[in-house]
């Protein structure tokens, strides 16, 4: 596959931009369901975009609005968010040949920013000029991602001041149904729905005898051993995102990342999954 | 008004930024054995599942205890879940939660 010429180039940043639209639409709103819920659990607006800011996980942000909750301390909060983000080495993994060849200070940014939305974005786009393409990068995962998940955060704790009674608009429970939401989301076959119950079920025991701090930390690590356990199964779909709820291939990231082999993981966050899953990501023409 | 955590909101990313950077950074690392893999890809519904059940269903007293919860905010969370497992729409399911919850308490159920 050869480098695509300046006017293509051109047109497939139009199609990311198009791509990219929707991606933001939906981080908008998510941003705010948890600038809502942050403002619930306490957060000041200064931490809550702290949050948005510094952590930028959408499933991290919104169980640490949990965690604060329940008192848990902090390094419980801290093992479970790693965990929680560690997905994010197969699509740094998986994007890692294409950019191999940027500056370092470059990638070690680029890497702050890389989501679910900004790993598909990329790879769909690099995939489609047959090249890495940066400004095609930040486009994806700052002005369709970064941007509007911060802005509308700020837009959620600060309005969320607006309401007087939140609980009577039924806003208690942004926060339980968001967790069991993005849990639905990620469960795409037997294993991960026998981890989601095991957990669950884990949690609320443990919960209710030793304290949620307990509870929730052993639900998280425990549940996944009883998943390991069980049969494979079928696989049913794509999991959804935690930033924007939309479905992310994160099992072409683990194809990719496993095999060692490029980027292109036909990756489908609101845009058409690519065919070929073996482009050159060190095609000329840079 | 605390900021304190800014503090843990800086750890966070500090904690989340190596699975972001190591590969881009130092090309080869994430190569861990299937097993790793697949406990990771397995924590994300567990932990989130842990989190929504005990905040469903386990309330704490005014005395410090911990004591289980059946109420209107289950129903809320059960017609979320079932309408991001019908139609794959987490802010449908959301909106829906949200209605559950507020129709009842409106009604006077809880």
């Known amino acids: 596959m050869s480098a695509v010429s300046v006017p293509d180039l051109r047109a497939a940043r139009r199609q990311l931009l198009l791509d990219s639209a929707g991606i933001a639409v939906s981080a908008i709103g998510f941003g ?152 639905v989301g990620l469960v795409t076959g037997r294993r991960e729905l026998v981890a989601a119950g095991a957990g669950g079920a884990i949690g609320v025991v443990l919960s209710f005898l030793l304290g949620p701090a307990v509870g929730i930390v052993a639900g998280g690590l425990i549940g996944p051993l009883a998943g390991m356990a069980a049969p494979e199964g079928r696989r049913r779909m794509a999991p959804d995102s935690d930033l924007t709820g939309l479905p992310v291939d994160l099992d072409g990231a683990i194809a990719d990342a496993g095999a060692g082999e490029a980027a292109g993981a036909g990756a489908a966050v609101g845009v058409a999954a690519a065919d070929d899953r073996h482009p050159e990501p060190d095609g000329a023409g840079r | 008004m605390s900021n304190e955590l800014v503090v843990l909101a800086l750890l966070m990313g500090v904690v989340t930024y190596p699975s972001r950077a190591l590969p881009l950074l130092a090309p080869g690392i994430e190569r861990l054995p299937p097993r790793a893999l697949l406990y990771l890809r397995l924590v994300g519904p567990a932990v989130l599942a842990s989190i929504a059940a005990a905040e469903t269903f386990v309330q704490d007293t005014a005395e410090g205890a911990n004591t289980l919860h059946l109420g209107i905010e289950a129903l809320g969370v059960l017609a979320c879940l079932a309408l991001v497992a019908w139609r794959r729409n987490l802010f449908l399911g959301l909106v829906a939660g949200i209605s559950v919850v507020a129709l009842a308490r409106f009604a006077g159920l809880g």
């Open chain 1, 32 to 183: 705010f369901v948890f600038g809502l819920a942050a403002r619930n659990a306490g957060y000041s607006p200064i931490e809550a975009s702290a949050m948005s800011v510094f952590a930028f996980a959408g499933a991290a942000q919104f169980a640490a609005v949990g965690y604060i909750a329940q008192g848990l301390p902090w390094l419980p909060i801290l093992v479970l968010t790693f965990f929680l983000n560690a997905r994010h080495l197969l699509y740094s993994a998986s994007l890692a040949p294409w950019l191999r060849r940027e500056p370092f200070g470059q990638r070690a940014a680029m890497a702050h920013v890389l989501t679910d939305e900004a790993f598909a974005l990329a790879a769909t786009h690099f995939h489609r000029v047959g090249r890495a393409d940066v400004p095609g990068y930040w486009i994806g995962a700052v002005v369709a991602v970064f941007i509007p998940w911060n802005l509308a955060t700020l837009a959620g704790v600060l309005l969320g001041g607006a309401i007087p009674d939140p609980s009577r608009f039924g806003l208690d429970v942004v926060f339980p149904a968001a967790m069991a939401g993005l849990a």
